[in-house]
């Protein structure tokens, strides 16, 4: 139900823009979930970058405070995740996420991947 887009190579310091598109829920359901990004780098379990509520209260991995930004357009039913000062350690699959609040549910995106070169 979830559609990424963006990412691809970048170079350190560089930035990027991710999108996802919730196109197949409809409104009054899209604002009931808890929005994010998730990453998984080769090897590694995936962790939780940042959570957005309809409301816009956001969250974010310590690794990334002051570097990244969620946000997201309920109209649109889209979040984004702003990545700037990026580094190599940034490198991973990136996975837009939603988080129902009424059944505790998860429905994800295909991922899309972002490489940052030293």
């Known amino acids: 139900q979830l559609q990424a887009s963006g990412g691809g190579s970048v170079q350190a310091g560089g930035s990027t823009r991710l999108s996802c598109q919730a196109s197949?829920?409809?409104?009054?359901?899209?604002?009931?979930?808890?929005m994010g990004w998730y990453r998984q780098a080769p090897g590694k379990e995936r962790e939780l970058v940042a959570p957005?509520?309809?409301?816009?209260?956001?969250n974010y991995a310590d690794s990334v405070k002051g570097r990244f930004t969620i946000a997201r357009d309920n109209s649109q039913k889209k979040v984004y995740l702003q990545m700037n000062s990026l580094k190599p350690e940034d490198t991973a699959f990136y996975y837009c996420?939603?988080?129902?609040?009424?059944?505790?549910?998860?429905?994800w995106g295909q991922g899309t991947q972002v490489t940052v070169a030293s």
């Open positions: 957005i509520t309809s409301s816009g209260s956001t």
């Open positions: 996420n939603g988080r129902s609040t009424l059944r505790g549910d998860h429905v």
């Open positions: 197949r829920m409809i409104f009054s359901t899209y604002v009931t979930y808890v």
